[in-house]
């Protein structure tokens, strides 16, 4: 039953979106007296904090109105590193605020403005590495550190015009890992290079061939050690190894429990272990501590929901979830119902709250469910339904949601989007469609070279199976997903508009050509090796998996959100995609923010949710007030 719209300041979905504070935690591994948190505890906006382990407070070292979403703390404590661009566009130049607090300064004046893909800072502390895209080409480069606090300029270590990412240097900063696509550079098949960071000169190289994928995790903490925690793909699922870079000697990690992915997180201080995340079964993960003497596994005592790992796809030492000083580990965990909050584990004693967590009105629980795709592949969703009397069970109108990447995954994680759906009687199905991690090469790697296709078909099955288990009338369901789940959302009320009642669509990608015209060096990258090629190269798929091409089918209401600042999902595609649906007299509401890809703050975040409310109020014909 749904219930009357809840637009009371205190209602509970609008508080959960602002007691979900906990963006993520680091500790400074050369200093564990420092950390930072990421987090929003003086205001809607999430900033960065100073954090004095020892007495737990926390002082803010980043503006509320100018914040990065990452941050990146030195080995000792001493500076704050991020990247400062305009307005959430994610191109701009590095800069460090002290620990104490201070304005930015940038440490690299000189060079263009640039995207951001790899960064690390040497354990010794003594090298910064940044991967800077810019002029369509992957730019490394190395910033001699002082002790006294100096800097130098960048000098270039490694360029290259393949989609080339992530930086990991070693202890002492001799080294430094990167992984490159140069072997197979339109399939997104990695190798790792290792460069003297000196010279510049390439040290050694690990491959697995054109069919599977390498990626460099963390280096040894330990100084003088040249081993690489690394992954590859070669057995099908992501696996751990560790590869000495200097002998070129290499020894896979033997865990026979995983039920697919096993992801590592980190090193303990003395590198004789490591931490890492796999599944226990389809969907649900364990956070294991390994040893590397004798293989043993041992599970930490814990929940099931959700391990942030780590906090930054792009650099190698802020993980969310780590070793902590005294031997245990600091988790970062979450399930559907609970918002994020850092414990400390072991393998024997209850989770103990590390960082006291706000007050959160308790949200529903998710359930994992699974169907076929079209092709019999079975297909993995997690499913929330509202809090009704069993007798008053479904059909309920419902949220079909779809997840940004498509590189990622949705898990039992909180959620105060979705807990928003089911407060107000909605039934919420978020679908981990071909194109997600975690599920095997194969099933990654599906929607390479023909974009949309299979997407398409898993999002109609879930459609088909949530009609058949009575939880869905066929004319209630709304789509709803944001980046890449936006394309997915305007692509399916495209491509089969009789099926669905609605469509939610923030920050999507609607034309594929004027995206790659107008997005960032490295966003061009990734549509390369998303569709096997350039808009030149292949101008009849980027044409034809474009909703703009297909724009007059569409006959469901479409809401989207548009960041005038975005660098991925690009304004000018999507002005022209307004005018085209308002040419065509279509219910579609396009509302302009001035941010990036990401909407800021919570208060901006709740906002957002409600027009997404009163838009599937309205065309579901629920009682309600329409769209502002």
Known sequence: MVTPLQLDSDAPWR????????????????????????????????????????????NPLTAADDSPSYAWLGPTGDFLYYLQDDRGS?????????????????????????????????????????????????????????????????RLVYSASEETWACHLSCDGSLLAVKSTKRAPRSRRYAVLVFD????????????????SVEPIQFSPVAGDARLLATTTAGGFTQPLIWDARADERTGLNIPQAAGDILPLDWSHDGSKLLVQL??????????VYRLSDGDLSPLFHEPGTFRGRAGTFHTGAAATFFAPDGTVWAQWSDAAHPARLLSLTAT?????????PDCPPGRPWQSVSFPSSDGVAIQAWLGLPETPQEMGGPYPTILHVHGGPTGAVSNSFDATSQ??????????SVNYRGSTTFGREFQDKINGDVGRWELEDMLAARRWLIRQGISAPDKIVLEGGSY????????????PDLWAGGVAPVAIVDWTMNYEDSSAAMKGWAQMLFGGTPQE??????????????????????????????????????????????MQKDFTLVWLDSGHGFGDAATAERIQETHLKFAYRVLGLPGPDVD
């Open 349 to 357: 004693e209850p989770p103990k709250p590390v960082l006291p967590v």
């Open 279 to 288: 599944k226990t079964t389809e969907e649900e993960q364990g956070l294991f």
């Open 420 to 429: 928003a759906w089911l407060d107000h009687g909605f039934a919420f199905l």
């Open 538 to 583: 292949k101008p009849d798929l980027y044409r034809d998996r474009s909703p703009l091409t297909h724009a007059a089918a569409i006959t469901a209401p479409l809401l989207i959100f548009q960041g005038k600042h975005d660098s991925r999902a690009t304004p000018r595609q999507m002005a022209r995609f307004a005018a085209e649906m308002e040419a």
């Open 15 to 58: 508080q959960r979106f602002h007691c979900n504070t906990l963006g993520y935690t680091y500790l400074a591994p050369e200093n564990n007296d420092r950390g930072i948190v990421h987090a929003s505890l003086d205001g809607p906006a999430k900033r960065f904090y100073a954090w004095d382990t020892r007495d737990n407070s926390l």
């Open 485 to 496: 789940g936006g394309f997915l959302t305007a692509w399916a009320l495209s491509q089969a």
């Open 197 to 212: 960071a000196g010279s510049g000169e390439q040290v050694a190289e690990l491959w697995d061939g054109a069919e599977h």
């Open 90 to 154: 994610e191109i701009g130049h590095i800069v460090r605020v002290p620990f104490g607090g201070g304005p930015p300064v940038d440490l690299t004046p000189d060079l263009p403005s640039y995207t951001l893909r790899g960064f690390d800072i040497s354990r010794s502390g003594n090298l910064l590495a940044f991967d800077a895209v810019y002029e369509n080409q992957y730019w490394f480069y190395c910033l001699d550190l002082d002790s006294n606090g100096s800097v130098s300029g960048p």
